[in-house]
């Protein structure tokens, strides 16, 4: 009888495998289209979950720009330890795939990444004014400012100065602004790079931080013109942000559906998962 029972669990979980990852696919896709809609994503920029029954593995897009990305035949599984794909086969994938590879190497607790580029965010990548949660649906940002990775600081003889994290080395160290439970960190000259255990988490603290970087610049717009300086904008403190982030966390099913429903209106995105 014992024998039986494990053989119809066997049975079971192989019959809830491909319909777990066919919901998952779907989520990917979606999330894909919901990032180029809210302007994280245009012709650049990707999203990767980690396997949800092999930890090992993450999954991602082909090479491809992300508003086009309509089947589960543009995923690519790879491994986690060299970021390279288990099907010899596969497609070309991103030079960037190794972003993804490092931070869920050294961070466990990791499930979804994006790497996205926003002009409301470029700014506070080159200049010495930090981006701070000064908006009560960025609190995930924390209460101090958000680290800017740049990676001249990390290149080696031989690298292209082109700002692209193309190497192991380069993604290794910025795997590590995400020690100390950070979230968010910004890239010189590039963009961002976001980290949640969901699809649906980072999806939402990635578009925040976008709103939080337009509202803190419209804020520093003010402040000069009533002839005051930065320190004038009120941030979020330690209690705020944290508050605020706990917020955000309960409460992200609400804007994911919206945002499912927006992206499926619009005409452009097409998700056959």
């Not at 508050?243 to 056959?272: C, D, F």
Request: a negative charge; aromatic letters at 8%; hydrophobic letters at 40%.
């Amino acid at each position: 009888m014992e024998d039986l029972a494990k053989e119809e669990c066997l049975n079971t979980l192989e019959k809830m495998e491909p319909e777990y990852l066919h919901s998952s696919y779907r989520k990917l896709i979606d999330g894909n289209h919901i990032l180029h809609h809210h302007g994280l994503f245009d012709a650049y920029g990707h999203l990767s979950m980690r396997n949800p029954l092999n930890p090992s593995g993450f999954i991602m897009a082909r090479k491809i720009a992300p508003a086009t990305l309509s089947s589960p035949e543009n995923l690519i599984e790879y491994d986690v330890s060299c970021a390279e794909s288990f099907d010899p086969g596969a497609p070309e994938g991103f030079v960037e795939r190794r972003i993804h590879s490092e931070v869920y190497k050294r961070h466990p607790e990791v499930n979804a990444i994006i790497h996205g580029h926003s002009e409301a965010i470029a700014p506070y990548t080159i200049t010495n004014i930090p981006l701070r949660a000064c908006y009560h649906m960025a609190g995930f940002l924390g209460p101090g400012a958000v680290p800017v990775y740049d990676s001249a600081q990390h290149r080696k003889s031989g690298d292209t100065p082109d700002l692209l994290i193309s190497n192991e080395n380069l993604a290794y160290e910025l795997a590590k602004n995400f020690d100390d439970g950070n979230v968010v960190t910004l890239m010189r000259g590039h963009g961002l790079t976001v980290v949640a255990q969901s699809v649906e988490l980072a999806v939402l603290r990635a578009i925040y931080t976008k709103t939080n970087a337009a509202i803190q610049t419209a804020a520093m717009s003010l402040c000069g013109m009533a002839g005051k300086g930065v320190g004038e904008i009120h941030y979020l403190d330690e209690d705020e942000a944290e508050a605020a982030a706990n917020m955000t966390w309960w409460s992200g099913a609400r804007p994911w559906k919206l945002w499912i429903r927006e992206v499926e209106a619009s005409g452009l995105y097409v998700n056959h998962a």
